[in-house]
């Protein structure tokens, strides 16, 4: 894999033709890689409300994924916060307040410093809320999400980070949750990663997004990456099922893109 900055590598071909193939763009190192990824995200909102007035992103946890968040709130570009629905693709089923929330680390990062239109903000509930069964915490983000793919088709952009076992929101390896083929929203009560307990979208809504950015850094994530690029089962790789309807872009660091040929 050369080392420039920002290479295109060209991945596997898929057989279902719904599914674009993956573009791969190699970043020199992870500050690099989040100031890009930071770019793209602005560009594709600006895009989304350029032609149909409003936009919706996905928005994700983990340090890369709030490191770009922060990168956003440096250079927004032309984004009008007004007309951006913002939901996320996991949540840890906790307190309000408690900092292992993404929401939380959103809003600290990103969203408490940006004119959101508030109403247009769609949190997961909290345990100590409204909804302090997962199960039905679950059910209710599930409205939200279908009203909001009735009214707008798709997500305009889902963001993904991923973990060594190629985890993807909070759907983790051979587990119930990334084998979920109908349901868009589902509870996680067994996840190996701490919390335990979680609300999490699934494959067939990450599917509903337009544009899906996976941005991964560090070596211990790299057999991962190259493994989700090859063509390995989702059930085995869960990132090996994210795709856009329109692109699906890895964006690595070299570290991670080291396994890649």
Known sequence: ???TSAQQYAGRERTDSDLPADTVEVHADAGVLVAAA??????????????????SVVLTGGGTGISMLEEVRKAPGDIDWSRLDIFWGDERFVPAGDPERNELQAREALLDHVPVDHARVHPVAT????????????AEYSAAVHAHLAEHGAFDVHLLGMGPDAHINSLFPDTDAVREEHELVVAVTNSPKPPPVRVTLTLPAVRRARHVMLIVAGAGKAEAVAAAIGGAEPVDIPAAGAAGSASTTWLLDREAAGALR
């Open 127 to 138: 345990s100590d809320g409204e909804y302090p069964d997962p199960v039905e915490a679950a």
């Open 38 to 55: 930071a770019a793209r995200f602005v560009q594709l909102v600006v895009a989304a409300q350029t032609e149909r007035g409003s936009a």
């Open 1 to 3: 894999m050369s080392e």
